[in-house]
Each structure stands twice: as structure tokens, then as C-alpha cells.
């Protein structure tokens, strides 16, 4: 490793939460075809912090949270989470996913599933829950994001605000021990973002490890513990909320805030 980037996983490792490292990303590339899309991603985040990642389209910052449980493979580097170091070893990719939760653009429910079963199919296939306990946590999980009364409709039923919480109730229900978000808020309509941000902030407040790709600058002001600026393939800046929006350092973030602020 160069000293330039051991210098960025010390000084992009603010101390949030508990301090403990949960996820670590080294030197990580990733390709597609003549195009690569990470160079040299240097980033720790610690257990219990929530990193927001932000930055113009094409950046890169959806490939970087999809390498990091395995829905993209990374072509050089190391991502290690929670100690356990993602390679071609199935049973690591496999444990791994295990302990990430994913929320994505789009909500992808199960249409012929109810709102229930659609919660509680992971945890009863793949940690082999009875339905008992699967039903009882998934109406917990409800209630967790506002939504219990919806537990027995289709998605369908549900606006797309509601749809997204659903999403983030069933990743929650495999008890993950970090969450990732591809820019939840994206495809909802203005009037529907705040009750899917309220449902994060209190997943961030209850001391979930984090990691969400977004452009709601107000959300990252007031729950991120660091901001990550990415473009063209690279971190360019990492800080506080205070230093990202008041102080920063690189012209192209500075570029970019201009721009959407």
C-alpha cells in the first residue's frame, strides 16, 4: 500500500460510533470492459457510523456499496467486513451477505407475495425461522417503519413511499449487522421521501452501521457521521457534515455543491 493511501484510511476513519472497524476497503479497483469504475478506494468505516456517499452520476459510488457484498466483483484490493475478507470463497461471500442488508432504488417485492410473506421469506428459507418467530419479528419490523396495518396487502396497494419501507423492513428482518442504501429516495415521488427518511434516521439513531448513497443533502447534514465525495472513479474528499459543507477542500467538491445546493 502507498503512503498516500494508508494516509486516507487514517484520516477518513473518524471515530463514529462504538470505533470499531466493521467494514475496510483497500486499494479496491473495479472494471467493466475498458471502463473502470473504482480506482484505488481507500475507505474504513467503523460499527455503528454512518458514511454518506455522495457525488455526480457515474462516480462510482453504487459500484463501491455492490462490490461491498458481493453483487459486483472487485478486480484488485480488499474489502474485509466484519473481519471476514470478500474473495472467491463462496462460503465468505455467502456469510457476508448474511450480515448486510441492501435497500435499493427500486423496491423489488415479490407482487404475488403479501407484504408479510414478502418479510418473512429470507429469514424462514435461509435461516430456517419458524413461521411463528418470522411472522411475530416482521410485525415488529412494521410497526419499526409505520406500516403494520399494511402487513396483509399486495405491494401494489402501497404507494411507492410505503413500498420502500416495506424493502427496508425485509432487509432488516435477516438481523443484519450492517445496512446499505443505493439511493433509496430516487425513484419516489417529493411528497413521499420524508416518511422513507424518518424510517433511516431511526434505523441510524438505534446505532446501525451504515452506508448510504444519496443525494438528500439534508439527511446527510443531519444524520451522516462522514461524508464521502466521490467522482470520476474516486473518493476525493472525506469529512464531517461540518467540514463537508462548510470547509471543503478539493475544487471539485466545492464544483459539486455549487451545483446542488
Request: glycine residues 6%; hydrophobic residues 40%.
Amino acid at each position: 500500500m502507498t503512503d498516500t493511501s494508508t494516509s486516507l484510511i487514517r484520516d477518513a476513519w473518524k471515530a463514529g460510533g462504538t470505533g470499531e472497524e466493521m467494514i475496510r476497503c483497500e486499494t479496491v479497483d473495479k472494471w467493466f470492459g475498458a471502463f473502470q469504475a473504482l480506482r484505488q478506494i481507500d475507505l474504513v468505516v467503523g460499527r455503528q457510523e454512518v458514511v454518506v456517499v455522495c457525488g455526480p452520476s457515474g462516480s462510482g459510488k453504487s459500484t463501491l456499496i455492490r462490490c461491498i457484498n458481493r453483487l459486483e466483483k472487485h478486480d484488485a484490493g480488499t474489502i474485509v467486513v466484519d473481519g471476514i475478507e470478500l474473495s472467491d470463497d463462496v462460503r465468505n461471500i455467502q456469510e457476508v451477505r448474511r450480515e448486510v442488508g441492501m435497500v435499493f432504488q427500486q423496491f423489488n417485492l415479490f407482487p404475488h407475495l403479501t407484504i408479510l410473506e414478502n418479510i418473512t421469506l429470507a429469514p424462514r428459507q435461509v435461516r430456517r425461522l419458524p413461521k411463528d418467530e418470522t411472522d411475530s419479528h416482521a410485525m415488529e419490523l412494521l410497526e419499526r417503519v409505520k406500516i403494520p396495518e399494511q402487513a396483509h396487502k399486495y405491494p401494489a396497494q402501497l404507494s411507492g413511499g410505503q413500498q420502500q419501507r416495506v424493502a427496508i423492513a425485509r432487509a432488516l428482518a435477516m438481523k443484519p449487522k450492517v445496512m446499505l442504501f443505493d439511493e433509496p429516495t430516487s425513484a419516489l415521488d417529493p411528497e413521499m421521501i420524508k416518511e422513507v427518511l424518518d424510517a433511516m434516521v431511526e434505523l441510524a439513531e438505534s446505532g446501525m452501521t451504515m452506508i448510504v448513497v444519496s443525494h438528500e443533502m439534508g439527511f446527510a447534514r443531519a444524520v451522516a457521521d462522514r461524508i464521502v465525495f466521490m467522482a470520476d472513479s474516486e473518493i476525493v474528499e472525506v469529512g464531517t457534515p461540518e467540514h463537508f459543507f462548510t470547509d471543503p477542500q478539493e475544487e471539485r467538491t466545492k464544483l459539486f455543491l455549487s451545483q446542488i445546493l
